[in-house]
């Protein structure tokens, strides 16, 4: 199999145009994109943002949590025993 390197800058989001490429009607082809990963500039989050934030009083409303505390625990404990991930490694 050959290999033809085109570079382009897209100009629409999830559009890409090859043109007057040698090949041939018929011709099987396969494509493959390499791109750079898109940066995100990671944000800071204060305490002040948080309190801002719609996380603060998330479940004041809900009627099926009692103890909001012990809802709390009982949620991080069954993520902590999700297959597949390795705490250790994060720390």
Do not use: C
Not at 14 to 43: A, C, H, M, W, Y
């Amino acid at each position: 199999m050959e290999a033809i390197r085109v570079r382009q800058t897209l100009s629409r989001n999830g559009e890409l145009t090859l043109r007057n490429l040698p090949i041939l009607k018929g011709q099987d082809v396969e494509v493959l994109l390499l791109f750079p990963p898109i940066k995100i500039k990671p944000s800071h989050l204060t305490a002040r943002t948080l309190l801002n934030s719609e996380l603060i009083g998330l479940w004041k409303d809900r009627a099926d949590i009692d103890d909001n505390l012990k809802f709390a625990r009982l949620l991080r404990k069954k993520a902590q025993k999700r297959e597949g991930i390795n705490y250790a490694d994060a720390r």
